[in-house]
């Protein structure tokens, strides 16, 4: 007799709040989503969620009882101990989402950070799969980042890590969401480079770029500027370069501090696919420490695009439900 159980896994974003059943192998089997509202307090958030679990067990005649878990991954600072969300920037301070939804259903829930989610999913099931420690990189709106270390996530000790978006690459560099300047997140986001692009073509006024844009600079996104840039845009060109080379030097301190055997690349910039990986594979490995032992066979930091895409969130927090030693 085959035993079908399924988990659960619901992505708290600051825009939409996505849940899906995922089996045991880290398959999304479906999944729904709805808008996050932000601005509303936790327990009318937890209502949604409920709701919208509802919902798709019972789209999927599954029930209850065959769900082993439910795992929520959260933006912010998540306290594992009390299972609460201390601090997110957008969302809420000091909600206890896990027994805030206990209410609903009485299955095991799990809570989780986002970012260590979606590394949590790459890891298991996705482009750093079958390596026990990986980094995961979410480039995004800002620079985001989870670590699977030795088949653990790494948290530090206050479940405050890792920021690896709030480190500085450059001095005196331009001013950071966190408050300080010169963060790799301020050089390296989407956001960072669609307000470099902004500057350029007010230099460069007859760019391709204003006329993908129509004309309306609140237009722009990452997408319109790779797409100048592979129509050999020289504005792009000059604002794209700059661009992979500080993502670049970011990647190589990474390197540097973790050398773990694979890095995930996450998020709407790695939509660039291959043509990144090779964009920035000459200026790592020129740099990269571990670059004076190649001809000792040093294995090197394998850099992979993830699979997982938008769903990785979904599924590494299912995942936490299994409780494979990653907690
Ligand atoms: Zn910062």
Not at 26 to 32: F, P, T
Not at 78 to 107: H, M, Q, T, W
Not at 112 to 135: I, P, R
Request: net charge neutral; hydrophobic share 40%.
């Amino acid at each position: 007799v085959i035993e079908l159980r399924y988990l659960v896994g619901i992505d708290l974003g600051g825009t939409n709040i996505a849940v899906g059943i995922v089996n045991s192998l880290g398959e999304i089997i479906s999944k729904i989503s709805t808008p996050t509202k932000r601005g509303r307090t936790y327990q009318l958030i937890v209502e949604d969620m409920a709701r919208l679990v509802k919902e798709i067990t019972d789209k999927e005649k599954i029930e209850m009882k065959d769900i082993i878990g439910i795992g929520i991954g959260s933006p912010g600072i998540v306290d594992l101990e009390s299972k609460r969300v201390i601090y997110s920037c957008n969302l809420f301070k000091n909600a206890p989402l896990c027994s805030e939804l206990g209410k609903y259903f009485n299955v095991p829930i799990f809570i989780e950070n986002d970012g260590n989610c979606a590394a949590l999913g790459e890891s298991f099931c996705g482009a750093a799969k079958g390596t026990a420690s990986s980094l995961t990189v979410t480039i995004g709106t800002g620079i985001g980042g989870g670590l699977v270390l030795n088949g653990k996530i790494f948290r530090g000790f206050n479940y405050a890590g890792i920021e690896i978006g709030h480190h500085v690459i450059k001095i005196d560099g331009e001013s950071c969401t966190c408050g300080r300047n010169g963060c790799w997140e301020a050089y390296s986001s989407a956001t960072a480079l669609i307000r470099n692009v902004k500057r350029a073509i007010k230099e460069y006024p007859s760019s391709i770029i204003s006329e993908l844009c129509c004309n309306d600079e609140e237009n722009i996104n990452a997408k319109i500027v790779f797409d100048a840039y592979h129509l050999k845009d020289p504005t792009a060109k000059i604002v794209i370069s700059e661009y992979f080379s500080n993502l670049a030097i970011g990647l190589t301190n990474m390197i540097n501090i973790f050398q773990p055997e694979v890095i995930v690349l996450s998020g709407g910039i790695s939509n660039q696919g291959e043509q990144l990986l090779e964009s920035i594979h000459d200026l790592i490995q020129k740099s990269v420490y571990t670059r004076h032992f190649v001809d000792f066979v040093l294995p090197q930091t394998r850099i992979k695009i993830a699979s997982l895409g938008n769903d990785a969130g979904i599924v590494g927090a299912a995942i936490l439900a299994l409780r494979k030693g990653y907690l």
